[in-house]
Nanobody, 125 residues
Framework: QVQLVESGGGSVQAGGSLRLSCVAS????????VGWFRQAPGKEREGVAA????????YYDGSVQGRFIISQDEPKDMVYLQMNRLQPEDTAMYYC??????????????????RGQGTQVTVSS
């Protein structure tokens, strides 16, 4: 069974940085993408960033392009999201998610098959 466990959330002031980590265990040879999506209270889930097997492709939502960086350490089953120049609108629960090679489009991160429990990010002005 795939396990995704997030960590690294917290509270920061606007302009600050956080790095989220995701332990992505037992993905197996069929996984295609790992990514992050977020959900703020009263809002829909929003894809943030994703990375493909081996890091050949990356995707960023326009709202985080240039501020967030997704990376992976496959031997350690780790995926990271470096978040810089955080703004209050980045406040949300952040979830790590993974997709099998099942036709799911890379940008459709909230629809990935597996997800973790989430880690809260709060940015104050």
């Amino acid at each position: 069974q795939v396990q995704l466990v997030e960590s690294g959330g917290g509270s920061v002031q606007a302009g600050g940085s956080l790095r989220l980590s995701c332990v992505a265990s037992r993905l197996g040879p069929r996984w295609k993408y790992v990514g992050w999506f977020r959900q703020a209270p009263g809002k829909e889930r929003e894809g943030v960033a994703a990375i493909s097997t081996g890091g050949a492709s990356v995707y960023y939502d326009g709202s985080v392009q240039g501020r967030f960086i997704i990376s992976q350490d496959e031997p350690k089953d780790m995926v990271y999201l470096q978040m810089n120049r955080l703004q209050p609108e980045d406040t949300a629960m952040y979830y790590c998610a993974s997709s099998l090679n099942d036709g799911t489009q890379m940008r459709n991160i909230p629809q990935y098959k597996f997800r973790g429990q989430g880690t809260q990010v709060t940015v104050s002005s």
